[in-house]
Structure formats: C-alpha cells, structure tokens
C-alpha cells in the first residue's frame, strides 16, 4: 500500500493542491490520452483483420506503436553543481504528498550518483545500485542494466516513510579510499578540491555508480521519469550522462543559487554539458534560481526584494544566453515547508507554483505533440496501403461488373470471344510476373548493399581498430587520430547508405509507374526515407568528442586515460544504438516499399481469375449472368462501405490526436 497521507480537509490540503494539482492533472490526463489512442490503434489493427487487410507488416507495425505508447516515458533531469538544491527541488514539485523529505537533503553533497526514479510494474518498489566498481570494466550503465546480478537490490517499505527514506539514503553513501584507488576509477578529485585528511592520502568516493529507484508515484506511474545528477566532476566522469541520457530528456532544470548567480563551476556545466547548439535542446532547457528565500530581508522593503531577484534572474539569462522567460526563481526548502503546513502564503512567496505551471504548460504538450505526430503519419501510412488494396478490389470488382453488363442479349459467341480474351490477359499477366520477379531480385540486391553500408560487422571491425589505436598509443596526438577515423568511416558509411536509399527509391518509383503503365493499376509513389537524422546524431555524437576531449587533454595521466577508454567505449555503445534504430527502420521501409506493389499485384491477379471464373459460370446460363451482376453490385456497394468504415477508424484516431490537452474536472475545481 502506497504511504501517502489520505486527504484531509481544511487549509493544508487545499494549498497543497492549488499549487500542484495542474501538474499532476496534466500528468493524469497525457496518460489517459496515451491509452484512448492505444485503443484507437487496436480498434484499426481488429477491424484491418476481419477485412482480411492486414499482413504480417501490418501485424507488426500496429503492435510497434502500442508498444510505444504503452512504454513511453516523459524524462526530467536536473542538473546543478553540488549544494545548489536539486533533490529539495524534486521533493518539493513531487514528493511533498509525503509530509516530510523523501530525497535526502541537506547542506553539502546529497546525490552522489545518477540516480532515475521511475515506476515498472514489472518489478517490486526497490533501489537498485551498480557498485562503483563497475567503472574499471568497459562497458557502459545501459548495457550493465541487462544484468540485475550486478547490482545491489534494496527493498522499499512502501508503509513506512521513514524505512523509504532510510533506503534512499543509500544513494549519499561514500566511501574512503586511497587516491591512488580513486584515480582507477576517474574519482581522483571528486568532491572538487581532493580533501584529505592531514596525512592522510585518501579520498570520498561514492558507493554506487548509478541508482535506480523503482517506485509507485502517481506521476511515475503515468511514465514520468525523473533523473537527479551530481554535480560537474561526476557527470564528467560518466559519459553516458552526456551523450544519452541529458540529450534524451524532454526537459532538463538546471540549478543555480540565487544569491550567487552563475558562478565558474555552473559555467561549466551549463557550456559543456547544457548549453547544446540546436534551437531545439536549448528550448527544452529551465533554469533555476534556488534560495531566494536567502535574499529575503525583514529590512528590507519586498519591492526592494523583489527586484534583486529581478536583476538576478536577467543576468543569469544574459550569461547564460537564454531567454528571461526560462528563468525561475524559488525557494524550494520554503516551497515544500509550505506544501506540508498548508502555508498558501509562503507557498506563493517560494515562487514554485510558477515553475510547476512552466513545467505542466511547456513540457507535457510538447511530448505529446512529438508523439501524435508520429503516431498521426505512421497510421495514415498504413492506411494508405489498406485503402490502396480496397481500391483495387473495388476497380476490379467494377471491370468485372462492365464485363458482364456488356453481356447482357449477347449470343455465346461473345461469351466465349470474352472468355478467350481474358484468358489471354491472364497469361500475359503470368509472364510479366517473371519480369517482376527479376525487378525484385534486382530490388534485393540494392537492399543488401544498403545494409552493409550499416552492417553491425563493419561497425565492430571499426570500433575494434580503434580500440586497439587507443590503447597502443594513449596520448593526445595517437588518440585524436584513432577517433577521427573512427568517426570518419562512420560518416562514409551513412553517406553510401544514403546513396543506396536514393536509387532504391528511383528504383521503386519506376517499377510503379511501369506496372501501373503496363497493367492498368493504380500508380502509387514509393514513400521517401533519409538517413539524414542518423547523420545527425553521429555529428552530436562526435561533437561531444570534442568538448569532452578538450577538457581531457593530458592523456599521459592514468585516471584521464581510463576516462577516455570509458568515453570511447560509451560513444561506441551510443553508435551502436544508432546502427540499431537505422537497421530497424531501414527493414520497416524497405518492406513498405515493396509491400504496395505485391499487393497490387497480388490484386490484379485475383481479379483476373475471378473474371474467367465469372464467364465460366454464365457460360450457357443466361440466368446466372443476372444473379452474378447482383453480386457483383453488391460487392461494389460492399467495398464502398468499406472504404467509408477504413476513413472512419482513421478519423477516430486523428480526432484523439488533435483533441484539445483539457484537464480533468477535478483540476479545475
């Protein structure tokens, strides 16, 4: 049983939800959206299988995209240096259902690793925690989650606050190591200034790695993600958090200290890890003026306050080289003091209620308008293809329909003259299906030149060379070279895929126009692809490279080569995801590509064998012309629904998609 408190009346409650009940609402209501196009998508997949329109394809493509929605996740980072408030933040906008501190908080260094809260039903509420230790091995925190015997496994006692609290407290442990030990694991320097004690030739490490923390919130269970980082020296010493997981949030909150602004440590996280070149990932980005209750002054005058604040959040906009209006300052001890009180007037002066609207009004719409989006083409692409094949059944029905029609007071004569003429058709059919074998053979060839271009064996070959270049010459000169060749055949072997795509589609394109030419079918054009956004992820990837290895130039340290070794191995992983998704989607389009034309062949060539056998049944039957032409009209009239019903269940599924992002009722009481 979930410990959250039960509502009470009065005051407390009421403050507490006038201020975080649009997020929570938001939340609620991106997940109930979520599941009604679930259910539209499933309705389509059910009604393309009773018309006997959908094929393996299709199977999967519709039970892809119920897969995404049921797994989709809505990721929020927040990045600070260390003592800036990060964890106090995410009690305040999340946890204060709990009356009391979930995250540890408290001055000084609190979150010592990444750490993910997030909610699977699939596994108990626990912590999960990837020993330190795991640094001296190559690979990255994505491949060692594949293998739960890795990490220590602390269960959460959802009935008592104070054992979850106590449990959560595992992420702030350290431990005390000689620096030689730390320096194995690219900690040399991991509190910021190395404190020793006098003597002493020893360090503070963390006890983990990474955290996971699986937990049954409301809003994690609607599919958000919430990943709290340490501070400048930690997310440097893990790559990972610089080339996946920071790049794949949907919204990251950095953190600054209200009464210093934007100090040399923060500069550096927000150039090096942040600041990003695309309009894009800088638009998803909210920073964070925290402690403003620091500057708060009994002597002063509040306008005086006020505009202190004021200056404060335009300068750090300024330096900083976003906008004002991505600027938030709050207090986020006073704001989760406030929520448990009931204190509606501290609540407004903690200035977080701002910040929860920012996040409710800015990030939820803009996932889901990435996600309908691509939900929206996905369906009218299968749709097109279903409607292309009712088409045709509809087109040959009607030929078969005029045929017979034209029958009607005709001797046998014609009959048979008619039957004849079909049979000829058919034939000729028969044998332009070897000319279309041949086209497909053709068609393969292309196919399997395109996936060695993105060939996993390519990529491994590469990747081992430059492994092996890395570890034979670790200075800045030997390793520069390994990774821009690296980087180099990757980026040769996309621009021959790209080359590959385009004649396959030139390819495509004139197989359709020749059968439909030929064959009197209807004349599609071959849907597009580009290999332009893996392109793009390879130059962010290498981009990263770049800073990161700037400010790793000294490759004779020992400490500083492990770090390297590990960047390598995690851009390698990140690549390798790359080639993943590209394969995938290369098979995907590659079958959407051929699938059109197989089945306007497929159609053609029933329709044929349905009009011989038409002729062979009112052959001598002058009744049975009449009782055919009835079926056939009402096969017309059949397939017409059809078409009408297929543009029905389309329409059902934009009209969620395009549904205003309304709050429940209960949120607007």
């Known amino acids: ?83 800036r408030g990060k964890s106090e933040l995410i009690n305040a906008i999340f946890f204060a259902d709990f009356g009391k501190r979930l995250l540890p908080s408290s001055a000084g260094r609190t979150t010592m690793c990444p750490t993910e809260l997030l909610y699977d039903p699939s596994d108990p509420p626990a912590i999960r925690l ?73 360090v503070d490490i963390p006890c983990w790695r990474h955290a996971v923390i699986n937990f049954p919130h409301p809003l994690l269970q609607q599919g958000l993600v919430i990943l709290d980082t340490p501070g400048l020296n930690a997310i440097g010493a893990e790559p990972e958090l610089t080339l996946s997981q920071l790049p794949d949030a949907h919204a990251v909150l950095f953190i600054l200290a209200a009464d210093a602004g934007v100090t040399k440590t923060d500069l550096d996280v927000w150039t090096q890890h942040l600041a990003g070149e695309e309009t894009a990932a800088k638009a998803n980005r909210i920073v964070v003026l925290n402690k403003i209750d620091g500057l708060w002054d009994e002597l002063k005058a509040e306008t005086d306050v006020d505009a202190e604040i004021g200056r404060q959040v335009a300068d750090s906009a300024r330096v900083l080289g976003i906008s004002a209006t991505q600027v938030f300052a709050v207090s986020a001890q006073k704001a989760l003091l406030a929520k448990v009180n009931g204190d509606d007037a501290l609540l407004a002066r903690s200035r977080l209620p701002a910040l929860e609207a920012a996040l409710s009004g800015r990030m939820i719409p803009a996932k889901r308008e990435i996600v309908g989006s691509a939900i929206r083409s996905e369906v009218r692409a299968l749709a097109a293809g279903a409607r292309a094949t009712l088409d045709a059944r509809r087109n040959g029905v009607a030929a078969q329909l005029a045929e017979l029609s034209e029958l009607r007071g005709k001797n046998q004569d014609v009959v048979v003259h008619m039957m004849n003429r079909i049979r000829d058709e058919k034939a000729l059919f028969e044998r332009d ?43 800045t000169k030997g390793i520069r070279g390994a990774m821009s060749d690296f980087f180099g055949t990757i980026h040769s072997d996309f621009d021959r895929a790209a080359k590959e795509t385009a004649e396959i589609q030139e390819l495509m394109q004139a197989m359709y126009a020749r059968f439909a030419e030929e064959r009197d079918l209807e004349r599609l054009a071959a849907p597009p692809f580009s290999m332009l ?14 800073t990161q290895f700037n400010t790793l130039w000294n490759m004779v340290s020992k400490a500083k080569f492990a770090l390297m070794r590990r960047f390598f191995e995690t851009i390698a992983s990140r690549v390798k995801h790359g080639y993943d998704i590209a394969n995938r989607d290369v098979d995907t389009w590659l079958r959407a590509v051929m699938s059109p034309l197989e089945t306007q062949v497929r159609e053609h060539h029933l329709q044929l064998r349905r009009r011989l056998d038409s002729i062979k049944r009112i052959q001598g039957t002058s009744g049975e012309l009449e009782a ?25 599924i934009d009209s969620v998609i395009a549904q205003p992002d309304a709050l429940p009722l209960a949120a607007n009481g």
Request: include cysteine; aromatic fraction near 8%; hydrophobic fraction near 45%.
């Open 1 to 83: 049983m979930l410990a959250i408190p039960p509502p009470v009346r009065g005051n407390r409650r009421r403050a507490e939800l006038k201020a975080t009940r649009d997020l929570a609402a938001r939340f609620e209501a991106y997940g109930d959206w979520r599941r009604r196009l679930s259910a539209g998508i499933s309705a389509l997949h059910d009604w393309l299988q009773q018309q006997d329109l959908a094929d393996a394809r299709v199977d999967l493509k519709l039970q892809h995209l119920q897969e995404r929605l049921r797994h989709d996740q809505l990721i929020v980072a927040f990045v600070a240096e260390f003592s």
């Open 433 to 475: 299906l070897h000319r279309f074998t041949a086209l497909r053979t053709v068609f393969t060839e292309h196919a399997n030149r395109l996936f060695d271009c993105i060939g996993f064996d390519a990529l491994r070959a590469n990747a081992g060379q430059t492994r092996r270049r890395i570890e034979a010459s670790p200075f």
């Open 628 to 652: 055919r032409v009835a079926e056939l009209e009402e096969s017309v009239a059949a397939l017409a629904a059809q078409i009408r019903a297929l543009d029905e269940e389309v329409a059902a």
């Open 533 to 546: 956004k893996y392109q793009k992820e390879i130059e962010r990837l290498e981009r990263a490279y770049n």
């Open 130 to 202: 990837l020993p330190i230790e795991t640094r001296l091995r190559d690979a990255s925190v994505a491949e060692f989650k594949r293998y739960p015997e890795e990490w220590t496994v602390v269960a959460l006692d959802l009935a008592s606050a104070d054992q979850m609290g106590e449990a959560l407290r595992q992420v702030s442990q350290v431990k005390r190591v000689p620096a030689a030990e730390a320096a194995t694991y690219g900690l040399h320097d991991v509190d910021g200034t190395a404190a020793r004690e006098a003597g002493d030739d020893a």
